[in-house]
């Protein structure tokens, strides 16, 4: 089955620096790869995703990259702020194949000091 | 809004005790998941149900079971709890059929066996 690891497994930034989280997956059939973002004592919430028809898409200040030869994608945040303090989780999917299934990753522990 | 709710936020519960964890979502959804989530493990998927009395086994599914009666509800159940499902509980759910598979996810319910 899918295997999706995560790296790293905690970011350390300074507010209004950049931050990068990668990810990489395992079976080349998945086309669809959510980032869903987790702050503490909170659900998870969507707040990006990409197909594997594009390489990149934005949403403000962040967007994830998609390279499907290599099998990894990340997610880049800019001008980082105390309230993107957060667990994050990618995850990767097969459209029409199990049901909408998630896997997902480890977590990123992202820690923005002002 | 979507709007996915869990029957409890906190449990305690002891060794061998039969538990039940409720989940409810208002949307219309037609799959459902409950996931475990441990530091450093991500979300891990236990069961999931795609239709009434449709379930499907996750990558951890040993020692738990669930229930799908109404298409609203989902029910999570460990027949004779042990310490070591001492975790926190997600529910989510989503569409079956849309150009993403976005899950919503309930608040959770952190369970400590004793």
């Known amino acids: 089955g899918e295997n999706v690891e995560q790296h790293p497994s905690t970011l350390s930034v300074q507010e209004g620096d950049s931050a990068v989280i990668k990810c990489t997956y395992s079976?080349?059939?998945?086309?669809?790869f959510p980032w869903y973002k987790q702050e503490l004592g909170k659900r998870p919430q969507l707040i990006i995703d990409i197909r594997s028809n594009v390489g990149e898409k934005k949403d403000q200040r962040i967007a994830v990259t998609l390279n499907k030869t290599a099998k990894h994608f990340s997610l880049h945040i800019t001008e980082t702020q105390p309230e993107d303090s957060a667990v994050y989780f990618c995850?990767?999917?097969?459209?029409?194949?199990?049901?909408?299934?998630?896997?997902f990753g480890a977590g990123t522990q992202v820690v923005v000091t002002p | 809004d979507v709007k996915v709710t869990q029957s409890s936020r906190y449990l305690v519960k002891r060794t061998g005790e039969k538990v039940f964890l409720e989940c409810v979502q208002d949307?219309?959804?037609?799959?459902m998941f409950w996931y475990r989530q441990d530091p450093g493990l991500g979300l891990r998927l236990i069961y999931f149900?795609?239709?009434?009395?449709?379930?499907e086994k996750g990558d951890i599914p040993e020692g738990y079971s669930v229930s799908r009666e109404k298409k609203e509800r989902f029910s999570l159940i460990l027949e004779s709890a042990s310490t070591n499902q001492t975790s926190m509980y997600l529910c989510?759910?989503?569409?079956?059929?849309?150009?993403?598979?976005?899950?919503?996810f309930g608040p959770g319910t952190r369970l400590t066996v004793l």
């Open positions: 079976d080349s059939a998945s086309n669809y």
């Open positions: 995850a990767a999917s097969k459209r029409g194949d199990s049901w909408g299934k998630l896997q």
């Open positions: 989510a759910s989503s569409f079956l059929i849309t150009p993403t598979d976005t899950q919503y």
């Open positions: 949307m219309d959804h037609e799959n």
């Open positions: 149900s795609y239709d009434v009395k449709m379930k």
